[in-house]
């Protein structure tokens, strides 16, 4: 036999270069990259909120195999181990190169790869809004009462614990024990740890993700759960916050604040930075925060888009909330704010609640007065200019009033944006109402209008007109606490008004430039509020359905969003540090939007509804919230939505409302709820026609042999949706009574366009132990080419009623 042996000289140096290369030229880019790998977790062996000394054992043991499995898959050196997660997930974060992930993904005992998608973050009043004094409160001991024995954690940015909203009362000690839940309180930065003092019980945070990026800086990413963001606060005392805050902003009170569910307790789990955040930090968090025992976990962060290369249901984050919900916790998520598309929720999974965001109907009004008596109303918490009784200040525009022969570092749009005190004439601009106009700094972001409030404190203005610029188009303007007299004037036609005025009183000379300013203005009070408007209206910015199952966005037999809840200007405590919205910083609270604002009053009905029956079940509670929801608004009319034109309302569905607007008064006694459990998720996993069962079975360690669902729509979940109905189809419900008395149910329909709906049988009578199977047969009678709506009614006895939406597109025969 002749063995030929390649010269080995040439070889070894192609190698050397090679290996020269890859270190010095071409060395890989490394992300965090999250493994599921097969073994069973620690929870699902041992219950939650106690570690056991079996239990630590089992995690050590994990944790020993990650290591072990990735120091025989991959190359020394060219990794770092994240996390181990190990409570309800068996699975590790590791920081490597692609080529190493493709290795990871090859190796025995692992299920699941996915490379990190980031994390986004995504109310004084509300309480009123909802009916929760009278209602809800009430039946438990009123606000003195609400939430008590409950524990709310938060995945956000952290929490200011020096805030009155988060204030322990040694004269108000805690009825009830949580003994279910076993926390702890990591100190840092800004967060010595007696800020865990009763009300907040436990605070812990999680890095080591964001750590591997480089563009994390400690000196504002602090290693704390003190919030120097401002959002986890807001999050916090909107669902849990204590009652009766009084809101004060530059020295003015606008009311007094209360979460939904104040006596509820809170668990601070941080997982985002001002810098970046990362998925990897976001499941470690829901991890921890599973085995510690929280009863309602809020997530109002989360990846801003879907998973590129799994099905958005089995993605990790999904397979967390999965496994979450497997452990009792009910997980409430914002929808998203990429309204008004369709297709743009982030919430995708029927086990994780998805929360749409809607206005309420306080509004604040400020307005700027012309000398000629003509009033422009616009947007702005600002007092009045007119102190001492002097009406009238002279209107100067920015531009007229630029220094002569100066010579400045900054282009002209910065100045007649007033972003730049040094440029303006300080003897024209003082004591005068300035406008300010919107110019291209803030098309492209670089001017603020903090740097507007600046100049004008600087300068001593009056006030200022932040005036909309007829070339560039209105733009969106949301009320902001102004130090200093203040309008902003975001409508074109209205700021066309104000210039109109403004050149008809002023002189120039034949260059154009001004040599009398004889406009007058004044700025009136904006900062009382008035509770007269239409709602809850869908906000223009919340994330709508339909529900999809893959980034190419085919639609799934899922309804999302599932609720509406406020989610538009609302009021609750802040972090005066405030980092990433320096208008903000100083405040102990914010104004703010988004589905973030809406998902902690989810959180806190929720709480709500726990402590009334501690053995319901997620789903339970969710099926209460839902069926119960109302679809009509304070003028009793459909609720209407925001959308692309800024002065038009349309008509919405439930893709923009879910089963609509919650109603705790009513969600406290629902008559009958839809459960579904741990093994309806799998049979609906199973069941999903754009996979296999190996697929789900890999990703969720579960198993699809003993599963069968004919369709995904067969999920017992408190709605009815089907992507594409090609003639009939039979779709399965299961109510369960949860009034404690027998009752008889009415089953009536409403049937969306193009579908005829029998429902099986057409009245019930429910025992108080009972269940009702219910069997909905649809069939297409014209086929549409877009989903139509209607809704499923169980009228009882006892006056409850119990809605479902149906949303159906009706398609042609295959
Ligand atoms: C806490 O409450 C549980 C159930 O309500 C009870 O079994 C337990 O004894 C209580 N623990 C303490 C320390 O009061
Ligand atoms: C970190 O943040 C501090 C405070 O904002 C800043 O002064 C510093 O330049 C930042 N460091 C880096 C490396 O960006
Ligand atoms: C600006 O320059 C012009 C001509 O160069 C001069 O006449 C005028 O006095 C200067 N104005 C000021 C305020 O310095
Ligand atoms: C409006 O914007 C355009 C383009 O940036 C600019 O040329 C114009 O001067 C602006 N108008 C006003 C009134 O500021
Ligand atoms: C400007 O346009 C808006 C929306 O069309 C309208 O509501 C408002 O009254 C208009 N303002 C004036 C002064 O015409
Ligand atoms: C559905 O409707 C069609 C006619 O519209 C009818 O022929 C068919 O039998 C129906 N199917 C079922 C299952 O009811
Ligand atoms: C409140 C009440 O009576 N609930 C009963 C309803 O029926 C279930 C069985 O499905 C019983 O377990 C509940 O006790």
């Known amino acids: 036999m002749k063995i030929t042996i390649l010269p080995s000289f040439p070889f070894t140096r192609v190698l050397i270069l090679f290996t020269f290369l890859l270190l010095g030229c071409v060395a890989e880019d490394r992300d965090i990259y999250l493994v599921l790998v097969e073994g069973e977790p620690v929870a699902f062996q041992q219950s939650r909120g106690s570690y056991s000394k079996v239990s630590e054992a089992h995690a050590e043991k994990l944790v020993k195999t990650h290591e072990k499995l990735l120091a025989t898959t991959l190359d020394t050196g060219s990794y770092s181990k994240v996390y181990s997660f190990k409570h309800i997930v068996n699975g590790f974060a590791v920081h490597t190169s692609a080529s190493q992930a493709k290795k990871l993904k090859k190796a025995h005992g692992v299920k699941l790869i996915e490379k990190d998608r980031g994390t986004k973050l995504m109310t004084s009043y509300t309480p009123q809004l909802l009916g ?86 400690a000196s504002v990413d602090l290693l704390s759960p003190f919030d120097v963001v401002g959002h986890g606060s807001h999050v916090a005392s909107t669902a849990a916050g204590n009652y009766g805050v009084p809101v004060v902003v530059n020295g003015y009170n606008y009311g007094r604040a209360s979460g939904m569910a104040p006596r509820a307790r809170i668990a601070v789990y941080k997982a985002i930075y001002p810098s970046l955040g990362t998925l990897t930090d976001l499941v470690a968090a829901i991890d921890q925060a599973t085995m510690d025992g929280v009863d309602i976990l809020t997530l109002s962060i989360g990846p801003d888009e879907p998973p590129d290369d799994t099905l958005t249901f089995l993605s990790v984050f ?65 007092g009045p200019s007119f102190v001492h009784g002097d009406l009238q200040y002279k209107l100067v525009m920015a531009k007229d009033a630029v220094k002569a022969n100066g010579t400045f570092p900054r282009t002209t749009a910065y100045i007649d944006e007033c972003q730049y005190a040094e440029a303006l004439d300080f003897n024209l601009v003082k004591g005068s109402i300035v406008i300010c106009s919107f110019s291209t700094g803030f098309l492209d972001g670089t001017s603020s209008i903090t740097a507007i409030i600046d100049t004008a404190r600087n300068l001593g203005f009056a006030g200022f007109a932040f005036i909309a610029n007829s070339t560039l188009g209105d733009f969106i303007a949301e009320p902001i606490p102004f130090s200093v007299p203040g309008i902003m004037i975001p409508r074109t036609n209205d700021s066309e008004i104000i210039l109109k005025y403004y050149e008809q009183q002023t002189h120039r000379e034949k260059r154009g430039i001004v040599t009398k300013f004889c406009g007058r203005a004044a700025i009136s009070e904006g900062r009382t509020a008035s509770y007269k408007g239409r709602s809850p209206v869908v906000s223009r910015f919340s994330s709508r359905g339909p529900d999809f199952i893959d980034i190419k966005r085919n639609p799934t037999d899922v309804l999302k969003p599932d609720i509406l809840a406020p989610g538009h200007q609302i009021w609750a405590a802040w972090s005066p540090m405030s980092v990433l919205d320096p208008i903000l910083s100083g405040s102990n609270f914010a104004l703010l939007s988004g589905t973030s604002m809406a ?166 009578t429910v025992s108080p132990e009972g269940v009702q199977d219910l069997v909905f047969k649809l069939n297409v009678t014209k086929v549409l080419d877009d989903y139509s709506f209607g809704e499923i009614v169980l009228t009882g006895s006892l006056n409850h009623v119990v809605r479902i939406p149906i949303s159906v597109w009706p398609v042609l025969m295959a």
Request: contains cysteine.
């Open 132 to 217: 929760l004094p009278e209602g809800v409160w009430a039946q438990k001991g009123g606000e003195k009462n609400a939430g008590e024995g409950i524990v709310i954690g938060f995945i956000d940015t952290g929490i200011n614990p020096f805030h009155p909203s988060f204030a322990y009362d040694p004269l108000n000690p805690f009825t009830s024990n949580i003994s279910h839940f076993s926390g702890a309180c990591e100190g840092g930065p800004k967060f010595p740890t007696m800020s865990c003092n009763g009300k907040i019980v436990s605070a812990r945070y999680f890095s080591a993700g964001a750590q591997t990026d480089p563009t994390f800086n």
């Open 318 to 382: 999904e397979i967390f909330m999965l496994s979450a919900r497997k452990a009792g916790v009910f997980v409430v998520q914002a929808a998203g704010n990429h309204g008004p598309d369709q297709y743009s929720v982030v919430s995708y999974s029927p086990w994780a609640v998805g929360v749409a965001a809607s206005t309420t109907d306080r509004s604040y009004s400020c307005t700027l007065i012309l000398g000629n008596g003509q009033i422009i109303t616009g947007v702005g918490l600002s």
């Open 599 to 764: 998902t902690p009053h989810i959180a806190g009905i929720a709480a709500l509804l726990k402590q009334h029956y501690p053995l319901w079940t997620p789903s339970m509670i969710a099926s209460a919230m839902s069926t119960t929801a109302v679809r009509h608004d304070n003028q009793g009319e459909a609720i209407m939505a925001e959308g692309s034109d800024l002065y038009r309302l349309y008509p919405s569905t439930p893709f923009d409302f879910g089963a609509g607007f919650v109603s705790p008064p009513h969600a406290v006694d629902p008559g009958l709820v839809f459960p579904s459990e741990y093994e309806d998720y799998m049979s609906f996993l199973c069941s999903l026609p754009n996979t296999d069962p190996e697929t789900v079975q890999t990703a969720t360690g579960g198993s699809c042999s003993i599963h069968s669902f004919d369709n995904p729509s067969d999920l017992n979940i408190p709605s009815v949706t089907i992507s594409a109905l090609a003639g009939a189809r039979v779709v399965r419900r299961r109510v369960q009574n949860v009034s404690g008395k027998p009752e008889s149910y009415l089953v009536g329909v409403v049937p969306p366009e193009g579908v005829m709906v029998e429902i099986i049988p057409p009245w019930f």
